[in-house]
């Protein structure tokens, strides 16, 4: 709750007018209290986890050919009431387990100093705290899902998030309870280490899971914009993760490709790749090949 009764005590606390994004922020906060707005992750999470995905749910039900050929796992095809049944099981998850969490965390939003007054961050400040929670979350979940891979790791908890080989966006939160409580601890550390506004955090909250939902899609369009993104896996990068599933030691990063690189832990995706390029080249040579011998027979 804002400690200013009018507007014209804000800006004379501030020592200038509100800009009109402040004027928004006063005129829908200044009553609440930081616990019912910290509580909108609920209803954030609930959006994303809902509407991102429809998309490729769309997308997956049409099996046209102009899409099709972006899928990265083609032979692999969920039905519709297959994806239904996965909204449903992770929506039971984020009533039993993701909301609960958020009803109960706010104490330690409030031990780290997330604030909800004025002034309003400045976007660049905005920009510069996403990439600091971005990178944080990034090295430290790698550890954590390198972790789960173990054979208890795996066996006890991480296997639910894998019963997906070829992963589709509801996919994306899809997990066992505990793993949804561990990997709860590296997405607060980065607002923990450097903490913002309330805005920053919901922000934060709300692209990490739309993210996770781009890369757990199924495909992989050159088109998008996170092809921009310095170091950015992507659904092609993160699909070889699922598609090798147990014995898979490589790709544990969430959003970047740095910390495999570094750690050796990419090598096996690689290898993928350039066989790949090897196979799609010495094919382009057989069609040449077989143009030009068609040609000079039509010569003769």
């Not at 005590?9 to 501030?14: E, G, I, K, P, Q």
């Not at 039900?61 to 796992?73: A, E, G, N, W």
């Not at 993928?272 to 010569?299: A, I």
Request: with cysteine; proline share 5%.
């Amino acid at each position: 709750m804002l400690p200013y009764s009018t507007i014209e005590d804000a800006a004379a606390a501030l020592g200038r007018n509100l800009t009109f994004a402040e004027t928004l922020w006063y005129n829908y906060s200044a009553n609440k209290s930081d616990y019912f707005l910290y509580c909108h992750n609920i209803l954030f999470l609930f959006l994303v986890f809902s509407v991102a995905p429809l998309p490729f749910v769309v997308i997956e039900s049409l099996r046209s050919d102009s899409f099709d050929k972006y899928k990265i796992q083609p032979k692999v095809r969920l039905s519709f009431s297959e994806m239904v049944r996965c909204y449903k099981d992770v929506m039971r998850m984020f009533f039993l387990v993701v909301g609960p969490l958020q009803l109960v965390s706010f104490p330690s939003v409030q031990m780290v100093g997330i604030r909800t007054g004025l002034p309003l961050p400045s976007g660049w400040e905005i920009l510069a705290q996403l990439v600091v929670y971005f990178m944080v979350e990034d090295y430290t979940n790698y550890w954590i899902h390198r972790f789960l891979h173990c054979k208890w790791g795996y066996e006890k908890i991480h296997r639910v998030h894998h019963e997906y080989t070829a992963p589709i966006g509801f996919a994306a939160p899809y997990a066992h309870w505990a793993e949804i409580l561990i990997l709860g601890i590296p997405s607060f550390l980065g607002p923990a280490m450097a903490p913002g506004h309330m805005i920053t955090f919901w922000l934060w909250i709300a692209l990490r899971q739309i993210e996770a939902i781009d890369t757990h899609s199924g495909y992989d369009f050159p088109w998008g914009f996170t092809k921009y993104i310095p170091f950015y896996g992507g659904a092609d990068y993160h699909d070889y993760h699922h598609y090798v599933g147990e014995q898979s030691h490589s790709n544990f990063a969430s959003v970047f490709t740095y910390c495999d690189f570094l750690y050796g832990t990419d090598k096996g995706y690689r290898y993928q790749k350039k066989l790949l390029r090897k196979m799609q080249e010495e094919l382009r040579g057989s069609g040449e090949q077989n143009g030009g011998s068609y040609q000079n027979l039509k010569s003769e």
